[in-house]
């Protein structure tokens, strides 16, 4: 019986210790997405303000920035990663990919001809 | 448990404007589309008898410009998408085992929005004339059109369009969190699997039609320049946008008839669906690829070979999943013990339509034929083989088939094949020949011809079989009202049911399911019956069961928006104020006041078991 309890205490420790392993993990990529962000944001800002970038080129670049700023929003700060949010992503995604070649196809042919 | 008493029975007509309950929704748009469908099918009767001998002065010019542009918005928009809905909103709630869909009080704001969409639009007519500018209203035609018809375009579109998003946001969820155990999706009715792709079609095809008709309306109302090229605008803006919409849109309305055949077809054939995960794929395959191909409606623009060839190949490719629909279909009834009842014929029916109105879509998506069919009656009559040969003798299917589970009565046999035989010679005989005036070079949407172009006779006879159409759709509302008779009263399974809606008894009871059901496998309720249970598993024991109020609310914010609307036409500000403070205001005693439903009692329920009838 006592030995029982022991088992069942140590299970329980287990899960706490583990529990607190992913919550110590959660907050590192917290931390970190968070400095990245800002960093990501002062590069844009940089990029446009310093003129050190060509113009032509500056849009996709902050663009793609502001891309990467997207997906640390939705996984790191929304917890998209975590389970249950499988027909959440299927319908950002497809949504998505059909605004994107809406806004290509359009784009392709309406103002390059 | 509950802290409010049974709620108190509402009768007569203030049930039917406050019902939040999916069945009696299901009526209502049932009634609503049956009604807008007589008003679009006496607009085509017009423009068949203007058309039935040349140089007919039935109708002035402008009259018949009026008439086939609310002729088609009516068709698709009024009649076949809320045809559509009547079913979703009658059939998936009972075919997955839910209670209701996820949210009744926005499913009852949807119906809501599309009627007063249908009415404001329809009203054009008594007030100084309808749109003028075709269904596709493409600018400038429709940014230059004189008086407020297409206005009356813009505003009544846009208010059904919200009624139509709330509606497949509804089902979407409905059917993600609503099913009852043991009901995996590869276990959900092909019903049920196509309302949920036209639903995922809804939500990412209509935000596009919103924005282009916010662009007409700024353009017409408020003087913007999108569709102006003088001033910089591109008039090729709205017709990427509207076909963008307008390619899924007809996909939105095809697939939910796909779903109503599947499921006839099995059922009268005693046969499982064949290939049912193959069914699957094809009905989402061909709701991703609706979304690549709206180019093929511009082939003559001139956007170039690249773009007309990408889209072309796309086109084309849609075959393929139709394709497999098709051979599924016909390997279902091989060797399958079919029964001709009325809803079979119509299913019957529709395959080879369907088939011709597919092969005419490919001749079509050919980039160079496509510069000699552009703009003919060639093209009406392949729309009109795929929705009415589709679409419209795939929801008589599905009327038939559940007519018995709306309306706790059968129609009659005998009037449905009369129906059926009308309907289906003269739908033939009305578009057929048009396919030939196309390719002798008649172009559509023209108010007459000159004889003596061997075009009179085509013509004639097209007239005939719109007047069989008519006929075979006043046998229909015969039969319906005759179906009111106490005589028609059916069993709970008429047709020896498959799925789960068939498990319930007669008549429906408002918590559909008294427990929600265990489902054990494809075809719920066929397992049932197979392993010689008389009815489902119940998942769960008897108990108080929680259903929403009844509410008032989602008819008032639809005034209010129909009062804004007629604000925008006549330029009144006031009015406009008026109307949107009546929505705003109901929106905000929507959100304050807590409604937390009521229960329908534990005894209720084993009261009304105990008088079942199955």
């Known amino acids: 019986m006592a030995d029982h309890n022991n088992t069942e205490t140590n299970i329980h420790r287990n899960e706490a210790l583990q529990r607190k392993l992913a919550f110590k993990e959660e907050r590192k990529h917290h931390n970190v997405s968070f400095i990245m962000m800002i960093l990501l944001t002062l590069v844009a800002f940089y990029a446009i303000w310093s003129d050190k970038v060509a113009d032509s080129f500056a849009v996709l670049f902050i663009l793609v920035l502001a891309v990467v700023q997207v997906f640390f929003q939705l996984y790191i700060w929304m917890h ?34 | 448990m509950s802290t409010h008493a049974s709620h108190k029975k509402r009768s007569g007509l203030m049930d039917w404007l406050t019902t939040v309950d999916h069945k009696k929704i299901g009526i209502l748009y049932l009634i609503a589309g049956g009604f807008f469908f007589i008003i679009g099918g006496l607009e085509a009767m017009f423009m068949r008898i203007q058309l039935f001998k040349p140089e007919n002065d039935f109708v002035a010019a402008e009259t018949f410009n009026q008439l086939l542009t609310m002729h088609g918005t009516t068709m698709i928009f009024f009649a076949a998408m809320p045809l559509i809905f009547a079913f979703m909103n009658a059939v998936v709630p009972l075919q997955i085992g839910a209670r209701d869909v996820a949210f009744p009080f926005v499913n009852a704001l949807g119906f809501w929005l599309f009627f007063f969409g249908g009415v404001l639009l329809n009203l054009s007519w008594l007030l100084g004339g309808a749109p003028d500018a075709g269904w596709t209203a493409y600018a400038p035609l429709s940014t230059t059109s004189e008086g407020s018809g297409v206005d009356f375009y813009v505003l009544g579109l846009q208010i059904s369009g919200a009624g139509t998003l709330v509606g497949g946001i509804n089902f979407l969820v409905t059917i993600i969190n609503m099913r009852a155990p ?42 913007a320049n999108f569709f102006n090229p003088d001033n910089g605008g591109n008039i090729l803006i709205w017709e990427h946008i509207f076909w963008i919409f307008g390619h899924p849109e007809v996909y939105i309305l095809i697939l939910p008839s796909f779903g109503a055949i599947s499921e006839v077809v099995a059922t009268f054939s005693r046969k499982r669906l064949f290939g049912y995960s193959a069914m699957v794929f094809a009905t989402v395959l061909i709701g991703f690829l609706g979304f690549m191909v709206w180019v093929h409606h511009m082939f003559t623009v001139g956007l170039g070979p690249v773009a007309n060839s990408i889209f072309a190949v796309a086109t084309m490719a849609i075959a393929v999943p139709t394709g497999v629909k098709i051979f599924n279909w ?20 529709f395959i080879p339509t369907f088939v011709m109105g597919g092969v005419t879509g490919v001749m079509l998506a050919i980039p160079s034929a496509d510069y000699q069919f552009h703009d003919s009656y060639f093209v009406v009559a392949h729309f009109h083989y795929v929705i009415v040969g589709g679409v419209i003798l795939g929801l008589f299917a599905g009327l038939y088939y559940w007519y018995p589970r709306m309306f706790n009565r059968v129609l009659n046999e005998t009037l449905g094949k009369i129906h059926f035989w009308t309907f289906f010679i003269g739908f033939h005989l009305t ?167 009521f229960h329908i009692h534990k005894e209720e329920v084993e009261e009304d078991l105990k008088g079942v009838k199955l």
């Open chain 2, 431 to 597: 578009f057929f020949p048009q396919h030939f005036l196309g390719l002798m070079g008649m172009p559509r949407r023209v108010f007459t011809y000159l004889s003596g172009q061997d075009l009179d006779q085509l013509n004639f006879i097209s007239t005939i079989g719109a007047f069989l159409m008519a006929i075979g759709t006043i046998v229909l509302f015969i039969n319906v009202i005759i179906s009111t008779s106490k005589k028609y009263a059916p069993s709970s399974d008429p047709w020896h049911g498959r799925t789960l809606e068939w498990a319930i008894p007669y008549p429906t009871p408002e918590y559909n399911f008294a427990q929600t059901p265990l489902v054990r496998g494809l075809d719920a309720f066929w397992v049932e019956k197979a392993a010689g249970n008389k009815g489902m598993t119940p998942a769960e024991p008897v108990g108080d069961i929680h259903m929403p109020n009844p509410s008032i609310l989602p008819l008032i914010m639809s005034i209010g928006l129909f009062v804004a609307a007629f604000g925008l036409i006549y330029d009144t500000m006031t009015v406009v104020v008026i109307g949107m403070a009546i929505t705003f205001i109901s929106m905000f005693f929507r959100s304050v006041i807590d409604d937390h439903g």
């Open chain 1, 80 to 113: 998209l990663s975590h389970k249950g949010h499988d027909f959440p992503l299927w319908g950002m995604f497809s949504g998505i990919l059909i605004a994107a070649i809406t806004v290509v196809g359009i784009a392709g042919m309406i103002w390059t001809s």
């Open chain 2, 182 to 223: 043991g009901m995996t999706f590869m276990r959900m009715p092909l019903f049920t699997w196509t309302a949920f792709v036209t639903s995922g079609l809804i939500l990412f095809a209509f935000p596009p039609l919103t924005i282009g008709l916010f662009m007409l309306m700024f353009e017409r109302v408020f003087d």
């Open chain 2, 330 to 349: 016909l390997f279902t009834m091989w060797g399958g013990k079919i029964v001709f009842s009325t809803a079979m014929l119509w299913a019957v029916g």
